[in-house]
Each structure stands twice: as C-alpha cells, then as structure tokens.
C-alpha cells in the first residue's frame, strides 16, 4: 500500500467522510513526507504537517505494516504555544509501536494548558487526516499516556459515531478526573507554605494557593526551584542539607506521599498549572479545596493541620471543569490499562477512581487493568507495550477479554522479539484514592 493514499472521489469519500464524526468543517491539507526523528531506523517513513487548528503532527509508518493504526494522546499537558518538537520527542519515545508493525500518529494539540476535551478534538481531527491522506486502517487503537489517558477517555466516549476507534490503551494515567486528581498538589501547596513560607514571601502580594500563582505573576521555574533548594535543599545531596532544610524535606515527603526525586515537579505543576487552571479554565473561581482533610505524618499532626491555610472549593467552577477534565466512563468499546505500582507522578490510587467511572457507567465488564511492579511514570519497557497492545489487538477483533496474568504471560514473549523488562503483577489490586490523599468535603 503506498504511505500517501489519496481517498477517491465520489460515494468512497462520501462515506470515509460520513465516518469521521465531528470532522472539521474544512479541508484538511495532506500531511508531507519529514524526516523521522532519530533512532527509528530506515523501515519506517514519517509524514507531518500542522493542521486547520494550528496543532502540529507527526504520523509514522512501518514499511511492514500490519494494517493497524494506534492514535497517541501525549501526557503533561505542557503551557504555551505547540511545537513540532513535542510530537518528534514523542514519536521517539513510543517508537516501539511503528517498530512492532503499527502506525502511529500524535498531535500536539492546538494549544497548551489543561484542555482535556479540545486535545481530544485534536486528536479526532488527525484521525480524521489519516483516514483521507495515508490510509484506512483495519483497526484503530486510541492510546493515551499520563495526563493524555484523560484525554484519550473523554475522546473515546465523546467521539462514538461511526466508531472511530476500536479500542483504547491508557498508560500511566491521570484518570481520577481533573477534578480530584490534583487534591493532592494543593495539599502540597499548603504544607509546603507552611514549612517554608516562601512561596509567596511574606513581603509578596499574597494570593490563595489554589490559583497557584497570580496572572501577573513574573516568577520563573528557576526561581521557584530556588526558593524549593533554599528551604529543602532538593538541589544538594542528602549530607549537604542543614538539620532544618532535612526535617522539612523529610515532613512535606512524609505527609504529601511522594518520593523527594518528584517534589519539585509536584511543586512546579501546582504552580503553573494550576495557574492555567485558575486563569484560563476556571474563570478565576478555586477548583480545589481542602476543608477537612486531616494530614498525617508529620512530628507534629495537630499543629500542621491547625496552621495549613484551608480553602473551599467554588461549585459552579468545579461543574465547568468536571466537563472538561473528568472521564465519565461512557466509553463504547475495551479498555485496558497500565499503571506502575510505585509511579511518583500519576499515584497507582488513580486507578481505584477509574474503575469505579467504569462501573457506575455500567462499563465494567468493558474494562481490563493491569499493574507493573515499576517506580516510572513515563516509560515501563518495550515489552510491556508490545503484550499490551497485542492483547487489545486479540480482544477487539477475537472477543478473547485478557486476564492481567495473560498480559504478563505476552509480556514474556514479547520480550523474545523486543529485549526488556516484564515486572507485571498478575494479583495487585490498587488500594482507593482516600487512601493515599486525605479525603474532603465536597465543594461549597
């Protein structure tokens, strides 16, 4: 079949059109041969281009094409403007599925922020790109990684006419919903403010913490890594920390539940993205609070909670971004995830909360988790993706359900073909969300 297929005129198109539900109104322009980015070998060619929304994109195709397409939704989500290198890094990363045989395709999504719903309009339209400009594919796997597993749910139960997509991979996903995935960044906010003060400084405009930073704020990522080292000492070895700067560290840990090698990213994301958030999503109404969490493990439990600052979280702003960001678990078609049992970005607790989407949706049956004795978040191994995907790929066109143990047994014959790690653990069950940030009253 040849890497640029252009669809033919007439009832062909008229139907392939009919099919892509929601396409954009305009014609999108075909994608152009690009340079692959480096590492995948000569086997496979890539095509890209930016498309009607001004989001750029990257496909990727095997010469030996199994007929299979896999729609990637990418994590963070990164602030500001696209850029085409955001999918090439991508592209390098995933390069395991166009290298097993499947084509691969990923936007960038057209803006940055956390935009759950619109990254998944992004990836509709690219869907619908490839099906007019490359190829029809026997199947389509919709997958989405960290925070673009949200992304991946919302389009695959929002996007259903036609059915665009046969199934859906979620890895290492953020899939509590926005809405309760982040409780515990303002909980890092709080304790962080009130071991270290400087976060704002007292002689700074104060502003609550949940906004995570003002709109007119100047304050850089290298400011507030140095704010975080003067009180933490994150930036020193362990033996270089004054006794002060390692109880704090050891506290704030201790309480939030994450390793050290994390905090500063923590910190960052409930910074500036809960400044995206709270400027750009929320209309400037607080979408987390905090009243009535009870912190624990800390020397001093009583006077930590009685000193946090405490906030409510506004109703009408949280409703807004439930639409937005939480998956609803009305998702048509099997789902099968993967989660690392110790990721220090996305908790494994996240996963209790989807499952939960799932069956109060009256889709349990359609859902298939799996777990890996991992302490990474934004890549498990080659293998592991490879035994997923095939295990999808078996559900969807053969009705065989994968149980977790069959996924770890593919895993293991994956790795014949493609050498590294199977850490899946066939018996792990995630313990509920409560368990691992403190529960709260609701919003209002």
Same mark, same amino acid.
């Given at each position: 079949?040849?890497?640029?297929?252009?669809?033919?005129?007439?009832?062909?198109?008229?139907?392939?059109?009919?099919?892509?539900?929601?396409?954009?109104?305009?014609?999108?322009?075909?994608?152009?041969?690009?340079?692959?980015?480096?590492?995948?070998?000569?086997?496979?060619?890539?095509?890209?281009?930016?498309?009607?929304?001004?989001?750029?994109?990257?496909?990727?195709?095997?010469?030996?094409?199994?007929? @299979?397409?896999?729609?990637?939704?990418?994590?963070?989500?990164?602030?500001?403007?696209?850029?085409?290198?955001?999918?090439?890094?991508?592209?390098?990363?995933?390069?395991?599925?166009?290298?097993?045989?499947?084509?691969?395709? #990923?936007?960038?999504?057209?803006?940055?922020?956390?935009?759950?719903?619109?990254?998944?309009?992004?990836?509709?339209?690219?869907?619908?790109?490839?099906?007019?400009?490359?190829?029809?594919?026997?199947?389509?796997?919709?997958?989405?990684?960290?925070?673009?597993?949200?992304?991946?749910?919302?389009?695959?139960?929002?996007?259903?006419?036609?059915?665009?997509?046969?199934?859906?991979?979620?890895?290492?996903?953020?899939?509590?919903?926005?809405?309760?995935?982040?409780?515990?960044?303002?909980?890092?906010?709080?304790?962080?403010?009130?071991?270290?003060?400087? @976060?704002?400084?007292?002689?700074?405009?104060?502003?609550?913490?949940?906004?995570?930073?003002?709109?007119?704020?100047?304050?850089?990522?290298?400011?507030?890594?140095?704010?975080?080292?003067?009180?933490?000492?994150?930036?020193?070895?362990?033996?270089?920390?004054?006794?002060?700067?390692?109880?704090?560290?050891?506290?704030?840990?201790?309480?939030?539940?994450?390793?050290?090698?994390?905090?500063?990213?923590?910190?960052?994301? #409930?910074?500036?993205?809960?400044?995206?958030?709270?400027?750009?999503?929320?209309?400037?109404?607080?979408?987390?609070?905090?009243?009535?969490?009870?912190?624990?493990?800390?020397?001093?439990?009583?006077?930590?909670?009685?000193?946090?600052?405490?906030?409510?979280?506004?109703? #009408?702003?949280?409703?807004?971004?439930?639409?937005?960001?939480?998956?609803?678990?009305?998702?048509?078609?099997?789902?099968?995830?993967?989660?690392?049992?110790?990721?220090?970005?996305?908790?494994?607790?996240?996963?209790?909360?989807?499952?939960?989407?799932?069956?109060?949706?009256?889709?349990?049956?359609?859902?298939?988790?799996?777990?890996?004795?991992?302490?990474?978040?934004?890549?498990?191994?080659?293998?592991?993706?490879?035994?997923?995907?095939?295990?999808?790929q078996a559900w969807v066109t053969q009705g065989r359900k994968?149980?977790?143990?069959?996924?770890?047994?593919?895993?293991?014959?994956?790795?014949?073909?493609?050498?590294?790690?199977?850490?899946?653990?066939?018996?792990?069950?995630?313990?509920?969300?409560?368990?691992?940030?403190?529960?709260?009253?609701?919003?209002?």
């Amino acid at each position: 079949m040849p890497m640029i297929q252009r669809l033919s005129l007439g009832l062909t198109a008229a139907l392939l059109a009919a099919c892509a539900h929601q396409a954009a109104p305009v014609a999108e322009a075909a994608p152009q041969p690009q340079a692959c980015p480096a590492g995948l070998g000569a086997d496979i060619q890539c095509l890209g281009g930016q498309d009607s929304a001004g989001a750029f994109y990257l496909i990727a195709m095997p010469k030996a094409w199994n007929g @299979h397409l896999v729609m990637h939704a990418h994590g963070g989500p990164f602030l500001g403007a696209p850029t085409a290198k955001r999918v090439a890094e991508d592209l390098q990363r995933w390069s395991i599925m166009p290298r097993a045989g499947y084509a691969w395709a #990923a936007s960038s999504f057209r803006q940055g922020g956390v935009a759950v719903t619109a990254a998944a309009e992004d990836t509709e339209r690219l869907r619908g790109i490839f099906i007019r400009h490359v190829a029809v594919p026997k199947l389509t796997i919709l997958h989405g990684q960290s925070w673009g597993a949200g992304v991946a749910a919302k389009g695959a139960e929002r996007f259903t006419a036609g059915k665009p997509y046969d199934g859906v991979l979620l890895t290492s996903g953020v899939l509590a919903g926005g809405t309760r995935s982040y409780d515990f960044r303002l909980d890092l906010r709080v304790v962080y403010q009130y071991l270290c003060h400087n @976060h704002p400084r007292p002689d700074e405009p104060q502003y609550p913490l949940w906004m995570g930073l003002p709109e007119s704020s100047k304050l850089t990522a290298a400011e507030l890594a140095q704010r975080s080292n003067d009180c933490l000492g994150l930036a020193r070895p362990a033996a270089e920390r004054s006794a002060e700067q390692a109880h704090k560290l050891k506290t704030l840990v201790d309480v939030i539940g994450i390793p050290e090698r994390s905090v500063q990213g923590h910190l960052n994301w #409930a910074t500036f993205h809960f400044q995206d958030i709270a400027t750009r999503r929320s209309a400037g109404a607080s979408v987390f609070g905090n009243t009535g969490a009870v912190y624990r493990g800390s020397a001093d439990d009583r006077a930590l909670n009685d000193g946090v600052l405490r906030y409510a979280a506004d109703p #009408a702003a949280v409703a807004r971004f439930a639409a937005d960001a939480d998956p609803t678990g009305r998702i048509p078609v099997p789902v099968l995830t993967v989660h690392g049992i110790h990721d220090p970005i996305a908790f494994v607790e996240l996963q209790s909360v989807f499952a939960d989407t799932m069956a109060k949706a009256g889709r349990a049956d359609a859902l298939v988790q799996t777990f890996s004795d991992d302490r990474e978040h934004s890549y498990l191994s080659d293998a592991s993706y490879v035994a997923l995907l095939d295990a999808l790929q078996a559900w969807v066109t053969q009705g065989r359900k994968p149980t977790p143990a069959a996924v770890a047994d593919g895993c293991r014959m994956a790795a014949l073909r493609f050498p590294s790690s199977c850490r899946f653990q066939a018996d792990y069950r995630p313990a509920p969300l409560e368990n691992r940030v403190p529960a709260r009253r609701g919003p209002g």
